[in-house]
């Protein structure tokens, strides 16, 4: 009778890592059929050696079977946290398309197309001004209109949204009403040219203002520091929001010198960069104010 294993233990585990589990199965096949055959007396030694060597391979296997059992439940308890985000996701895009309900498999959503829409949905270009357009996804009527939310970055104590791969950022800050000292530069009203840079961000000492994208050394301890002198939040005048057709100067440098529809394309390569940040701002804070109004009224 031939003899498959040595009756060391040790030497079948170290040989028995190395096999896939089809040769395993064989393998117990193969000492099976030593049993259907009659075996002599001289030969029980050896058959009680293969009967060990069968019940070892069944314990290993229950304790391997133990050990993918627990990585598979801890994986599906990854796997419908993951879903949860997701299904909260679909709630807070409120995708026109999104199913009504997601099951703990996820099945619904997961055709290669309703992915891509999550992803890059269908978009398609509307004027906005004669010569000017911007990317849009068309519905059909008003009840359409997906909900999106506003977000707080707790980071930059700042409130966010981003639409078309832009992400709008700022706070509610305070209007300067005092136009007669508009040679004077108001605190926080404009930006620092000189972003990093500053010889006073440090210290806090500078009059313009600082967005926390501009502390290369920025820390927790910075933001919190402008907080309780209140110099986090960017604040205007009231004549940014006066629109002007006049070439900038020094009489109007602080109004709107874009935006209205019949120049829009003219003026879009002559707006500045300090222009587009404040228009920015601005825009985060009228609309912070009407979300305010919207919810405390």
Request: net charge negative.
């Amino acid at each position: 009778m031939d003899k498959i294993y040595d009756n060391s233990k040790s030497s079948f585990l170290a040989t028995m890592q190395t096999k896939c589990l089809d040769d395993l199965i064989k393998h117990s096949e193969s000492i099976y059929s030593k049993f259907r055959s009659d075996f002599m007396f001289e030969e029980l030694g050896t058959m009680r050696s293969l009967r060990e060597e069968l019940e070892l391979l069944q314990n290993t296997l229950a304790l391997s079977n133990k050990k993918v059992s627990a990585i598979v439940e801890q994986s599906n308890t990854l796997f419908t946290e993951h879903v949860n985000k997701f299904r909260n996701t679909l709630k807070i895009m409120g995708n026109v398309n999104a199913p009504s309900s997601v099951n703990d498999t996820f099945e619904p959503i997961l055709s290669d197309k309703f992915m891509m829409q999550l992803v890059t949905p269908d978009q398609r270009y509307e004027n906005v001004a004669p010569g000017v357009q911007i990317p849009v996804i068309m519905v059909d009527t008003i009840k359409d209109l997906p909900n999106y939310n506003m977000f707080f970055i707790k980071d930059f104590a700042q409130f966010a949204i981003k639409i078309n791969g832009q992400v709008l950022r700022g706070n509610i800050g305070h209007i300067d009403t005092n136009n007669k000292q508009c040679k004077r530069v108001k605190r926080n009203t404009t930006k620092c040219i000189y972003n990093s840079g500053c010889d006073y961000i440090d210290t806090n000492e500078c009059s313009f203002y600082h967005d926390m994208l501009d502390y290369e050394r920025y820390t927790p301890d910075v933001l919190e520091q402008r907080k309780k002198q209140n110099i986090h939040i960017r604040n205007y005048r009231n004549h940014n929001w006066l629109y002007t057709s006049e070439p900038q100067n020094s009489k109007n440098n602080y109004m709107k010198h874009i935006g209205s529809e019949d120049r829009l394309s003219t003026d879009i390569p002559l707006v500045s960069e300090s222009e587009i940040d404040l228009l920015k701002d601005m825009l985060l804070h009228d609309l912070l104010v009407s979300l305010s109004i919207y919810h405390n009224r």
